[in-house]
């Protein structure tokens, strides 16, 4: 069981060096650099901003040197806001996107598992089909499709909610229902799917052969194995949501870290692309982590070292 | 009981009931019950439809999706006219741009403004000689009296205030953007494209996907532990980055750099649902056959084991498509997809953002085409998902 976890830290360390590491090679491969304008800078003023930054050394170099700060979890100062820290910068924007985040990971948690059970227990009658509908039009209308049309008609039309920034609890709802509304409807289907998938086996009908109650079988026997599938899904999916959404951030106008990688991308600020990727990885990959941690409590095989199958 | 009360069955009777089924291959027994699930079937019809939209849509439409007239912007598809004369109706455009049109709706001319008065909210503008009044200050006016009226006309001396009636825009179907262009043509033409991306991205995919498993699977041992891993830890890095930095590294946003970037990136799902079907296959009495016929591995992957693991692929490569879509437009629409003036659903939604208070049927018409072509491929997946499997397959 130790070497179960010992294993998994391991390699998600490994992965997110990889991670810091392609997006470092990657990003020095996008033509242009922080300091290419429009209008040409004089080459005095190029050659010392390039020195200052140390833009100038071999890039092998400049990764040494990165990825040693990065040990300290030292990120450098950001190329194009003058003067500020990576690290501040993601500690000012974090916040507001993984505020709205958890907010929706956990709208997503309360009502789609619950959906879903629903759905399965009622397999083929009404409320199945009134869930499933609704989970099927969720997952086909775009992010950017439902933010718009949110701010569009509560914001601007009807004026019930303000239509930029983050200004009472009212201005939540928008980016929350935005966010989640996708995975809401993915959970609801996995869970559902899983659930009949679970409730079709064998041991299930055994245990209710021996007389255990309903809510024992279905909570108790069946819900933990169904829920396996929706546990792979939910551990990176609260990454993602949590480090924000460039869509949704735009379009609500919020100050978050997923507009922020895009403009990063956009001006090559190459400390900050850096800095949000390695934090979302990071992020990511304790959330897969935490995965593999759920795993090995619902399904004992895993802690005593056998391979998991998928 | 006498004997009497019996009698002798006619030979023929008893074959009639024998019971005689024709035998049912794999495919045949999975379109039969795709048949019976009537949503699938209603997704498969839509692909199709939508497919010869894509391709023949772009060729019968009166306009082309590049084509602008700088008169027609931002035209909308239902158009309120009003009788100013006998037989002269015109339409208002939300930014007070005045059309001749005919009474069933067929755009005409755009007239000249020859006076705006800013204060006292009226434009004047000129046909054949005659000057046209449009008062729009009722739109402005708290008075309850003019609640019902948004403009009035005066031509010739008359004054018009009243609706003539709301006619559909035969012109333009759904209307026009904000440099005259027809949006019926470009959300044609985008589905063209939109699906073209999709199913390239979803074919490169695939037989990466399929060809890495494949091996992977067959291999076993050494290979086949390494090849894992490497799914593994790109299974663990957030893609949807990758997309991100790829798009702006090969910084030519043509078609085929978007191809490339989703396909290089989603083939690790098919690659370890391939790899786990071969591992179940591989130890088969045919494939144990085949290999000691001496048929090489390859001949062995394309021959036996991929036709043998064909249904899941197809219901995974029908659920890869939609994602495809979604992510395209989506790339398109944070103004890293498909530039200018060719266009893609994801791009057509991006461009009506600017006037959505004014023109939102710019963003809807995308965005329905998004929705249905998703919904379609939806229905269809799961359908197959129920046909293709075969712990359901009866007899």
């Known amino acids: 069981m130790k070497n179960y976890y010992v294993g998994r830290i391991t390699s998600a360390i490994f992965t997110l060096f990889l991670i810091a590491t392609i997006t470092f090679f990657m990003m020095h491969a996008i033509p242009g650099g922080p300091f290419t304008r429009e209008r040409q800078l004089p080459p005095e003023i190029e050659q010392a901003m390039l020195e200052r930054y140390h833009l100038d050394d071999p890039l092998l170099v400049q990764y040494k040197d990165y990825m040693l700060g990065l040990l300290t979890f030292d990120m450098g100062p950001s190329f194009r806001e003058r003067g500020r ?26 009502l789609a598992i619950p959906l879903g059970i629903i759905s399965a227990l009622k397999q083929n009658r009404p409320i199945d ?30 004026g019930w909610v303000p239509a930029l920034g983050l200004t009472s609890w009212k201005s939540y709802i928008g980016p929350v229902i935005a966010l989640s509304g996708y995975s809401l409807s993915f959970v609801t289907r996995l869970t559902r ?9 064998d041991y299930i009908r055994t245990a209710r052969a021996n ?30 949501i949590i480090t924000g959404s460039f869509v949704v951030e735009k379009i609500f106008d919020l100050n978050g870290l997923g507009v922020y990688f895009v403009t990063a991308v956009e001006k090559r600020d190459y400390t900050m692309i850096m800095g949000t990727t390695v934090t979302y990885a990071a992020i990511y990959v304790v959330m897969v982590l935490l995965v593999d941690v759920a795993y090995s409590f619902i399904d004992p095989r895993i802690r005593l070292g056998k391979k998991r199958e998928d | 009981m006498r004997k009497e009360d019996f009698e002798f069955v006619d030979s023929s009777l008893k074959q009639d009931k024998e019971q005689i089924r024709t035998s049912l291959t794999y495919w045949k027994d999975a379109w039969r019950r795709l048949k019976q699930n009537r949503l699938a079937l209603v997704g498969l019809i839509a692909i199709i439809l939508i497919t010869l939209i894509a391709i023949f849509g772009p060729l019968f439409t009166a306009h082309t999706y590049r084509e602008q007239d700088n008169d027609k912007i931002n035209t909308t598809p239902a158009l309120d006219i009003y009788q100013i004369d006998d037989g002269l109706f015109v339409y208002v455009s939300r930014q007070y741009r005045l059309f001749i049109v005919s009474e069933d709706g067929v755009l005409g001319d755009l007239l000249v403004n020859t006076e705006t008065n800013v204060n006292l909210r009226y434009k004047t503008y000129e046909y054949n000689g005659e000057e046209i009044t449009l008062d729009y200050s009722y739109k402005f006016s708290d008075d309850p009296e003019y609640k019902d009226i948004d403009f ?22 759904f209307g026009t953007d904000q440099l005259g262009r027809d949006v019926m043509t470009r959300v044609f033409y985008g589905a063209r494209i939109s699906l073209t991306v999709a199913l390239v991205a979803t074919l490169v995919n695939l037989f990466i996907g399929v060809a890495y498993g494949a091996i992977s699977g067959l291999e076993g041992g050494k290979v086949d532990n390494t090849m894992m891993r490497i799914v593994d830890i790109i299974n663990s890095i957030p893609l949807l980055l990758y997309v991100i930095l790829l798009m702006v590294m090969i910084d030519n946003r043509g078609l085929w750099t978007i191809i490339i970037t989703l396909g ?18 591989k130890n088969q009495e045919f494939v144990l056959a085949a290999r000691m016929l001496g048929v090489s591995k390859g001949k062995t992957i394309t021959k036996h084991l991929i036709p043998n693991a064909l ?48 023109f939102p049927y710019q963003l809807f018409f995308p965005s329905l ?16 998902r129920t046909a293709l499997d075969p712990r359901l397959r009866k007899g």
């Open chain 1, 85 to 110: 820290m990576v690290n501040d910068l993601i500690a000012l924007k974090f916040p507001t996107s993984a505020k709205i985040g958890l907010i929706a990971v956990l709208c997503i948690l309360a």
């Open chain 1, 129 to 158: 089909y009134l869930v499933m509908f609704s989970a099927t039009l969720g997952v086909t209308i775009p992010s950017f499709v439902i933010a718009t049309v949110f701010a569009y008609i509560f914001a601007v039309r009807l």
């Open chain 1, 193 to 201: 799917s899983s659930m009949l998938e679970v409730l079709r086996q």
């Open chain 1, 211 to 240: 007389g255990i109650p309903e809510w024992k079988v279905l909570f108790k026997h069946a819900l933990k194995n169904a829920l396996i599938p929706v546990v792979t899904y939910v551990g990176p999916m609260i990454a993602a």
């Open chain 2, 152 to 173: 009035t006309f005066t031509y010739k001396d008359v004054e018009t205030f009243e609706k003539h009636k709301t006619v559909l825009n035969k012109t333009y179907p």
């Open chain 2, 264 to 281: 290089s990136v989603y083939w690790v799902g098919m690659a370890r649902l391939v790899r786990g079907q071969v591992l179940s296959l």
């Open chain 2, 311 to 358: 249904g899941p692929i197809i219901v995974s490569m029908t659920m890869m498509i939609p994602t495809a879509v979604f992510t395209e437009s989506f790339l398109s629409f944070i103004g890293l997809g498909i530039s200018a003036p060719t266009a893609s659903w994801g791009t057509l939604a991006n461009d009506a953002l600017g006037g959505l208070e004014l």
């Open chain 2, 369 to 384: 085409a998004i929705a249905i072509t998703m919904l379609a491929f939806n229905f269809l997946g799961d359908g197959l």
